[in-house]
């Protein structure tokens, strides 16, 4: 199993502008409640951020050991290293799921903070 290069280099640009969109959304976010008195809310994007970092690590991991025994695998050992793969591929989703709720959740309490 090869990896397309292309595609991998835009997925991990396109990881890496998030978690600086995601850090300097939270930054904004820790200066505008201090204009309002609200603290901590601004935490809820750094995590997303973290969360984001995970899943480039593993996304690469998973590039560097599975991908290239893919490839010369045989037929003995293709079921577990797929079944390996596929592990890693879900907790990569549940670190996005988490990276998508935590900005949301910050997002969603500093409305309401902003709102009374």
Request: aromatic share 14%.
């Amino acid at each position: 199993m090869r990896p397309d290069i292309i595609a991998e280099v835009i997925f991990m640009a396109g990881i890496l502008l998030t978690i600086i969109s995601l850090v300097v959304f939270g930054l904004i976010l820790k200066r505008l409640l201090n204009l309002i008195g609200g603290k901590g809310i601004w935490i809820f994007p750094i995590i997303g951020s973290i969360f984001l970092v995970a899943v480039a690590g593993f996304h690469i991991y998973r590039m560097v050991f599975y991908f290239p025994l893919l490839s010369v695998a045989g037929p003995g050992d293709l079921f577990e290293l797929i079944v390996g793969s596929l592990g890693l591929a879900r907790l990569e989703s549940f670190l996005f799921l988490g990276a998508g709720i935590f900005p949301l959740i910050g997002g969603i309490l500093y409305y309401s903070a902003s709102s009374k």
